[in-house]
């Protein structure tokens, strides 16, 4: 699996709990309105407010998440894609730098 899909599948668990949040939180507005606690409107403004601070701090949670995920990944000797991009070219050029000694030796 790489990089990229783990941290997918961690931004996939992040929008998972924020559904389960979500519902939670209409459920306590319901119940806070059922048991007099809080009027209609105050119940939708509350769920409102705190759902949107939630998309506002969804943003910024992702990108905590990828620089957590990239100091994990760099502290497990995981190398980056554009390491192994480097590394292969280089390979690559060596491979071509061999055959063409090969094919020199061959003449």
Do not use: C, Y
């Not at 409107?41 to 969804?58: I, N, P, R, W």
């Amino acid at each position: 699996m790489d990089n990229q899909d783990w941290l997918k599948q961690l931004l996939m668990i992040g929008v998972g709990t924020t559904s389960l949040v979500t519902e939670k939180l209409k459920e306590v507005s319901e119940e806070w309105v059922k048991e007099g606690k809080i009027n209609p409107e105050q119940a939708k403004g509350f769920v409102d407010d705190l759902m949107d601070h939630l998309k506002s701090e969804q943003t910024n949670l992702e990108a905590q998440m990828e620089r957590q995920m990239r100091n994990i990944l760099q502290d497990l000797g995981v190398p980056r894609q554009s390491e192994m991009d480097e590394l292969r070219g280089r390979i690559d050029r060596l491979e071509r730098q061999l055959r063409d000694l090969e094919n020199k030796n061959w003449r």
